[in-house]
């Protein structure tokens, strides 16, 4: 609030620390302190980053415990300007999976800021495309942890809580790579915790493996290391069998 009154009339919190406010995932202890004003005369204020913009409303700013605040899908777009994508999609698939913001208010925020005259940002368009319509934000944080592992490491995206059908019955996977038949599950204890839904969670895996997928599971003690080499092995596992069937 001090930097927003120092920073004169219509200024509020924005980017990192806008996340901050709104808790989003990624940036809960982040210290930086970032103002945004509707005017480009920036004040100097010392440690506070100052930012300016011509693009104002409800769909943009908000308030939250009484600070003036951008919102939530103001500060993820304004954050694929700063900050490493895969950490502006872990607060994005946070904020969804939260419900402090939807696809639908992220798009139109989106499409205000890309308006004639100003840069789109390709992070924010990619992020939008690659969930469609059918999307599913609801997968534990630890699950897409390991999503960001995996990407980091320069290896395929795997598309997030895949539904696999098994004669009349469907299944929900984490991560999947359709194509190969390779299932990535987390197991934590909060969703495990009962005797059903470990046996469930069995009779799952067999049901899928005995269709031919290759199903991954990594717990809390799993390293980044222990993710990134498995999920490696398994993807050149099944692309050395698709070769080896067509010779």
């Not at 139109?108 to 990619?126: E, H």
């Not at 390991?146 to 696999?164: N, S, T």
């Not at 469930?200 to 493996?209: F, G, I, K, T």
Request: overall charge positive; some cysteine.
């Amino acid at each position: 609030m001090s930097a927003c009154l120092a920073a004169g009339g219509g200024a509020h919190a924005s980017h990192r620390t806008a996340a901050r406010i709104w808790l989003l995932a990624g940036f809960e202890s982040d210290a930086v302190v970032e103002v945004t004003t509707p005017t480009r005369r920036r004040r100097r204020i010392d440690d506070v980053i100052v930012h300016d913009t011509q693009v104002l409303g409800p769909r943009h700013v908000s308030s939250r415990h009484g600070i003036p605040v951008s919102t939530p899908a103001r500060a993820l777009c304004d954050l694929t300007w700063r900050c490493p994508p895969s950490l502006v999609e872990r607060a994005l698939d946070d904020a969804l999976r939260r419900r402090v913001t939807t696809l639908r208010m992220l798009r139109t925020v989106y499409l205000d800021l890309a308006g004639p005259g100003r840069r789109r940002s390709t992070v924010m368009r990619a992020l939008l495309e690659a969930r469609d319509v059918g999307f599913d934000p609801t997968g534990s944080p630890k699950a897409l942890q390991v999503l960001e592992w995996i990407v980091d490491a320069g290896l395929p995206r795997p598309v997030v809580e895949h539904r696999v059908r098994v004669g009349r019955r469907s299944f929900d996977v984490d991560l999947a790579y359709p194509e190969l038949q390779v299932a990535i599950e987390y197991d934590g204890w909060d969703s495990h915790r009962s005797r059903s839904s470990f046996a469930s969670d069995r009779a799952r895996q067999n049901e899928l493996e005995l269709r031919g997928w290759l199903v991954l599971r990594f717990t809390a003690t799993s390293t980044r290391d222990d993710v990134v080499r498995a999920v490696r092995a398994a993807i050149e596992a099944r692309d050395g069998e698709r070769k080896t069937s067509r010779m």
